[in-house]
Structure formats: C-alpha cells, structure tokens
C-alpha cells in the first residue's frame, strides 16, 4: 500500500476529542517554520501501530510527519523523542533515506509530550499485503527481499565516527546491556508464567557474543520500517522510526530483521507478516544474501535471532501489561500474551537450531 493508505482521516468531531491542542501546534509550527505555505493545517494519523504515535501534517503541497510518546504513563527513557530527532540530524546527511527532521519541541505549554516533526517520505510501506501495482509475491519477493538485504548493508557500510555519531552510543558491552536490559523489562511486565522462558533467559546472558566489529544499529530494521519506491520494488526510498537506533554490534539488527521475517505456518507473532507468501526469501536464505553482500561472519547468527524474538516477545508483553492494569484500553493488546508465548517457542527452536536450518 502507499503510506497515505496507511494514514486515517480525522473527522472535525474526532478533531475535538483529540487530546492534542492542534491549534497551538499549528501556531508552533508557523512561527518556527515562516516558509510553510499560506492556509490551514490539516492533520491525519497513521494507523496506530504499538508504540509512538505518528501523524501526516499538511499545508497546502507541503506534508511532514509529527511524532509524539503515546498518551499516559510511559516506561522511563522510552518513546525519547529528542533523541531520535538528534540521531537523525545526525544520520540523514550521510544515510539520505534517513527523513530529514525540521523541528523538536518539548513545551508543555503546546503539546503534553514532547514531539519533532521530519520529512515525509513518499513511497510504499509494506505491512500485511503488497500494493496491486507490485503484482504478485511472487513476482517481487526476491526484488523486496534483496532490497531489504541491500539497505541494511548500507545503512552498516557508513562510518559513523566521521559522521560525528561517536556520541551517540556505546559500542563497548553492547549486547551484555541489551540482554540485561530487555530481561530487565520483561521482569517489569511480567503478567503469567511461560514454559521455557526463565531457560532462555539463562541461555541468553550466559551466552553472549563480542563482535570487535561496530556501526550504526538501527534497532528496530524490518520490511514495514521501510518506504519503497512507488514503482520500483527493489529500491528503497527511505527507513522510519530511529528511536532506537544507537552504535554497536551490526549483527544484532540481522538478528532482529531475520526475526520479523516471518515464514509460512508459523504461529501467530502478534505482528502483520507479508513474507510467508511465495517468492521471498526465507530465514535462511536471507541470512545467507546478508553474508555475501556484507562479507560478515555469520555463523553465530543463531543467538542473534533468538534474542530477536526475545526482544519482540518483550515489546508485546510491556504492551499486554499496559492492557492488563487497565492503562491502555485496546482490545486488541487483550491477547497478546499468546503471541508473547509462541515467540518464546520460536526464540528457543532458534536456539537449539530447529528454526533455521
């Protein structure tokens, strides 16, 4: 689908309900920004997805995105705003697909949360089905899954020291304080208890790798993160949502990417999955275009993946908390606690080498 596909209309009754104050927004944005074009803002909201919120901003011909922590109580030092606004002003001159950012604000006198507003890139984002005008999976499978391959390496191929991004992470124990801390997480949110998981937990801290090798890590690099080109499957046009984007191991973005690859007759892993169709790649496969194009020694990618799967079953079940003590109310978070599970199934069929073989 195109990305305005993915965007819902606000009518002027769901104008008023909304918590956002859009006229002081407008206001902001007009005194910060004196060339947006004459006439009144419109504003319409991407589909909300499980994280930031994400809204379409239009004057006239121009559109920018704005993005904003959800409403209510949210875990300390997540959805940081400024932070990914900072990582962009830092990545988009040197990763072009990166969107621009043009403004951070953090008055409360505007807006409840802090928010920034960047580019808006145009293009197709791929979530559960593929635009008419790609033709079948078939068809494109191998052009998209290439074109994913491609970019990753790309985006891992820039030197960040000379792009001034030094700062900008750790790259020293990186993937000790990943573990710990999405352990740490889960234990925040826990809700019930599930078979096997305290075992991969084990496994995971005890067995973690050093990779010398350090780049840009995106964090959270998968297929609907990514725009293409309205007519081109295997081109790529720009990458969405930085906020967890940091230094370190390369390898861990694989390791995630390969996760959300989801294949055919797999269970349910509380995400839209377009890759189980005919013509992708499949886990392997991907893996191993990754390794001829980025010339990476891939032969620990196991652990990767299974702490991928690890990670998603994590963001699903702070989310499924969030639901459960009544702090969101969205039916749709009531059952992910299944999807938590079987990605915890799937995290250790990974780990004991049954899942990609």
């Known amino acids: 689908m195109t990305e305005d596909q993915g965007v819902d209309k606000m009518t002027a009754e769901e104008r008023i309900n ?3 104050d859009w006229a002081k927004v407008e206001s902001h944005l007009r005194k910060s920004m004196p060339d947006l074009p004459e006439g009144e803002m419109s504003v319409q909201q991407f589909s909300e997805g499980y994280s930031n919120l994400t809204y379409l901003v239009r004057f006239g011909s121009w559109e920018g995105v704005l993005r904003r922590p959800p409403f209510g109580e949210v875990p300390p030092r997540a959805h940081d705003m400024e932070r990914e606004y900072r990582m962009l002003e830092k990545v988009n001159p040197v990763f072009p697909l990166a969107p621009k950012p043009y403004l951070y ?16 890139k145009q293009g197709v984002v791929i979530d559960d089905e593929l635009p008419e005008s790609y033709g079948s999976s078939a068809q494109v499978g191998e052009a998209i899954s290439k074109n994913v391959i491609t970019t990753l390496v790309q985006l ?5 020291q000379e792009a001034g991004m030094a700062n900008m992470g750790k790259p020293e124990g990186f993937m000790e304080r990943q573990v710990k801390g999405w352990i740490k997480r889960y234990g925040r949110s826990k809700t019930e208890d599930i078979p096997a998981l305290e075992e991969l937990e084990q496994w995971l801290s005890a ?8 780049t840009i890590v995106h964090n959270d690099f998968k297929l609907n993160n990514m725009v293409l080109d309205q007519d081109d499957p295997g081109k790529a046009v720009g990458i969405l949502d930085w906020e967890l984007s940091t230094i370190g191991d390369p390898l861990s973005d694989l390791g995630s990417t390969v996760a959300y690859w989801g294949g055919p007759d797999e269970p349910d892993m509380g995400i839209n999955i377009v890759t189980n169709q005919p013509g992708f790649f499949t886990r392997k496969e991907f893996i191993e275009e990754y390794a001829k194009q980025s010339g990476r020694d891939v032969s620990n990618v196991n652990y990767y ?3 991928g799967f690890y990670k998603l079953a994590v963001i699903l079940q702070q989310i499924h908390y969030r639901w459960k003590i009544g702090e969101i109310d969205d039916d749709r978070f009531s059952d992910l606690n299944q999807a938590v599970s079987n990605l ?5 069929q990974t780990r004991n080498g049954q899942l990609i073989e």
């Open 105 to 120: 604000c953090e008055d409360p006198e505007i807006m409840d949360k802090h928010f920034y507003i960047m580019e808006k």
């Open 305 to 307: 993946v299974t702490f």
């Open 344 to 348: 915890v199934d799937l995290a250790n």
């Open 156 to 160: 891992q191929s820039i030197d960040y």
């Open 18 to 20: 909304d918590p956002i």
């Open 207 to 214: 067995n973690i790798p050093v990779n010398p090798e350090t």
